[in-house]
């Protein structure tokens, strides 16, 4: 990436910082929150996911926001990238500079510096590690450190209110979740959104929440902000009805 990456630490609700706030207000008036499944998904669903998720945001003008680490599998005696929506921000960054990608990061369960970069979690079953993703614009730790654990929907909370924020002082400025898979706490994401009024786009066939909501028709009946996409065209033509920019 050509711009410095920065890490903030905060707590979880705590406002924006100034200088996180002067970044943002440097791009595009438009916000996407990407959300949905990782940790439930095997390797072929993650290639599918960030396909589908990559085509649909590429050339996207404004900012990213989304969970801000990457998920390394054991192989051998090595690691490898493990396939989730968490590699789409970097990797459509690298292809536009119109775009900054803004990684919100709930909670480290450890932290401890390697060459693999900075590990903030280790699952003892799988050996599955979590790294703060290397390549990202602006980094958001919502933990005041290692010995005050945070909690998994601190994340969907500090995203929702950044976005508010941003809607209360900024003319013009619009944003909308995109969910694709996930649990419980991508479930509870969606539905403050929903009742917020706020755009939502549910990428039907992605399975798990996100499937349920899909086809929840007394739901979606309810809350109209939100848009059932089928395919990769109809989700890049509601962002473009939204506001949203392509390059």
Same mark, same amino acid.
């Given at each position: 990436?050509?711009?410095?990456?920065?890490?903030?630490?905060?707590?979880?609700?705590?406002?924006?910082?100034?200088?996180?706030?002067?970044?943002?207000?440097?791009?595009?008036?438009?916000?996407?929150?990407?959300?949905?499944?990782?940790?439930?998904?095997?390797?072929?669903?993650?290639?599918?996911?960030?396909?589908?998720? #990559? *085509?649909?945001?590429?050339?996207?003008?404004?900012?990213?926001?989304? &969970?801000?680490?990457? /998920?390394?599998? =054991?192989?051998? !005696?090595?690691?490898?990238?493990?396939?989730?929506?968490?590699?789409?921000?970097?990797?459509?960054?690298?292809?536009?500079?119109?775009?900054?990608?803004?990684?919100?990061?709930?909670?480290?369960?450890?932290?401890?510096? #390697? *060459?693999?970069?900075?590990?903030?979690?280790?699952?003892?079953?799988? &050996?599955?590690?979590? /790294?703060?993703? =290397?390549?990202? !614009?602006?980094?958001?730790?919502?933990?005041?450190?290692?010995?005050?654990?945070?909690?998994?929907?601190?994340?969907?909370?500090?995203?929702?209110?950044?976005?508010?924020?941003?809607?209360?002082?900024?003319?013009?400025? #619009?944003?909308?979740?995109?969910?694709?898979?996930?649990?419980?706490?991508? &479930?509870?994401?969606?539905?403050?959104?929903?009742?917020?009024?706020?755009?939502?786009?549910?990428?039907?066939?992605?399975?798990?929440?996100?499937?349920?909501?899909?086809?929840?028709?007394?739901?979606?009946?309810?809350?109209?902000?939100?848009?059932?996409?089928?395919?990769?065209?109809?989700?890049?033509?509601?962002?473009?009805?939204?506001?949203?920019?392509?390059?």
């Amino acid at each position: 990436m050509d711009r410095q990456s920065f890490l903030f630490w905060m707590d979880q609700d705590a406002q924006p910082s100034s200088k996180i706030a002067m970044k943002l207000s440097n791009t595009e008036p438009f916000f996407v929150r990407l959300t949905g499944g990782c940790g439930f998904m095997d390797p072929e669903d993650g290639k599918k996911a960030i396909n589908a998720l #990559t *085509k649909a945001l590429s050339g996207l003008n404004g900012a990213l926001l989304y &969970g801000g680490t990457r /998920v390394l599998a =054991p192989s051998g !005696d090595r690691y490898r990238i493990f396939p989730t929506i968490l590699e789409v921000p970097p990797r459509l960054r690298k292809a536009n500079p119109g775009l900054m990608t803004f990684g919100i990061i709930p909670r480290m369960i450890n932290c401890e510096y #390697t *060459k693999l970069g900075l590990i903030i979690g280790r699952d003892p079953k799988s &050996g599955f590690l979590t /790294v703060i993703h =290397p390549n990202q !614009d602006v980094c958001l730790v919502l933990q005041k450190n290692v010995d005050q654990i945070s909690f998994w929907d601190a994340e969907r909370i500090a995203c929702l209110q950044i976005v508010r924020d941003f809607l209360e002082n900024r003319n013009g400025f #619009t944003a909308v979740l995109v969910s694709y898979n996930g649990g419980e706490v991508t &479930g509870r994401e969606i539905e403050d959104w929903a009742e917020a009024n706020l755009p939502v786009i549910l990428f039907a066939g992605s399975g798990r929440k996100t499937d349920e909501f899909c086809q929840n028709h007394d739901w979606l009946s309810k809350h109209p902000s939100v848009i059932v996409c089928h395919t990769v065209k109809q989700a890049r033509n509601t962002i473009q009805s939204l506001g949203g920019t392509f390059s």
